[in-house]
């Protein structure tokens, strides 16, 4: 998000757009600004959502100042030098497909090289500390309880005061404190990833006791426990609970595999960073003799030949990373389990898995789905609808506007419903992207530019999406056809369809 005063301008986060290959396609289009007039970037956490795209940003000439937590700045390193490698390599494998033999050739958004002189640029400052972003702007930090260093933004300018939210975690988080921020502001920015969800309240001892049953469910079957799992702060809190029941001996004595090299690097800077967590109890969770930190790729191969093992990868929505190639072998097997533990946005594998795919296609292979899918929603990151609304009413009072992103339509909408019943009088805005709008002391926003209308389908599953469950499903429909000639006749038909549809489309 750009903040512009005068000819001045800074960025409030600079993220990758997550989810189907064509709302990705969005990260590959020109900035809506010269990236070498922005003087800094104010960055509320780490995680790639909201960082991703600094690299990017850095090669096409932004030099100025990232500003972070220290927690953050150390955090950046890994998660951004992760990104680039990804990049890099998911456009080699592009290249390298079949399928795609004679096409052009993909080039990778930005390098591990760029994301590395991103990461150079961070500024580190603590929290409640007064710093000066650019000229003209004053700004602090506020913990966010989200994820480690992550934190939510109060800017200064022109007289006008508002804050930033970033993602906010839940009550009762492990790991951090509730989130804080100030209240009377001109103008608030607010995250509405979960505005439409009233989730059961879980104390860690309850979730751990859900997680203890998923466990042993999986186990007894036979065969292994997959975890789809973003590497920063979803790893370290199962390795917290998982260590907690391994040494209370209410989980049966597997290996346990961490096989992400991000997250491995994550860990050591969450054990850099012990004397900021809560509920450790004093202990280093995160060497336990049960733990085994999967580095080099021939030992995560290895792990195809394991039964009983539980294995936790990134990513998280398994977009790629190498949780792909677990699930590869693990989703055709009845007696193994996948256990998602976190958010998965619309068009993601994960989210196809979770809405019940009986067959998915990864990496160019079509898949059976024969393994036990199940989703425990007690590890969420992300505050819910109430604690959204408690945090909001928490600011007030508001005396400007109330923008309200970072969430689906139906989070958003249901999430501004709820804070319209409680203040009818509020300025709620849920802008677009590309929308510009005139921020002044007291009064509300005014738009003075309109943005993209087409998100909400982009946001959501698309023609790709489509194109993969058709495929995995074809050969399926094709031998429900009883004869050979029958077959091909179908086939013929789809043809023509297409040829038909392709015609119709140049005469128009």
Partial sequence: MELRLGERAI?????????????????????????????AVVLTHAHIDHCGLLPKLAAQGFEGPIWCTPA??????????????IQESEADRRNRRRDRAGENLFEPLYTEEDALRAWRLSRPVKLSEWFDPAPGFRARFWNAGHILGAAS????????????????????????????????????????????????????????????GEIKDALVRGGNLVIPSFALERTQELLLDLAHLADANRIPNVPIFVDSPLASRATKVFAAHAAELEDTEGKDIFRHPSIHYVEDVAESIRLNTLSGAII??????????????????????????????????????????LDGAQRVRISGEDIN??????????????????????????RRPIAGSLFLDHGEREAVASLRELVQADDPATSIIAPQIGETYALEPGTPARRIQTGRVDMDQ????????????????????????????????ALVQMRRILDEYEEARHHR
């Fill in 312 to 353: 936790m990868a990134a990513s998280g929505m398994c977009e790629a990373g190498r949780i792909r190639h677990h699930l590869k072998h693990n989703l055709f097997r009845r007696d193994s389990t996948v256990l998602f533990v976190g958010f998965q946005a619309k068009g993601t594998l994960g989210r196809v898995l």
């Fill in 72 to 85: 953050t700045s150390d955090l950046l390193e890994y998660m951004l030098a992760d990104a680039g490698r």
């Fill in 458 to 489: 982009l946001a959501g599953p698309d023609w790709q999406n489509d194109y993969a469950d058709f495929i995995t499903h074809l050969k399926q429909h094709l031998g429900r056809i009883r004869t050979e000639k029958a077959r091909r006749d």
């Fill in 11 to 39: 960025l409030i986060d600079c993220g990758l757009f997550q989810g189907s290959r064509t709302l990705e396609t969005l990260n590959h289009g020109a900035f809506s600004f010269d990236p070498r007039k922005i003087e």
């Fill in 369 to 394: 789905v024969r393994a036990r899918i199940r989703r425990i929603e007690s590890y969420s990151a992300h505050a819910d609808r109430e604690e959204l609304h408690d945090w909001i009413t928490a």
């Fill in 153 to 212: 933004a109060e800017i200064e300018a022109a007289g006008v005061h508002m804050v930033f939210s970033g993602d906010l975690g839940p009550e009762n988080k492990a790991f951090h404190a509730d989130p804080q921020a100030p209240s009377g502001l001109d103008h608030i920015v607010c995250e509405a990833t979960y505005g439409d969800r009233a989730r059961e309240k879980f104390t860690i001892d309850q979730r751990r006791s859900q997680l203890e």
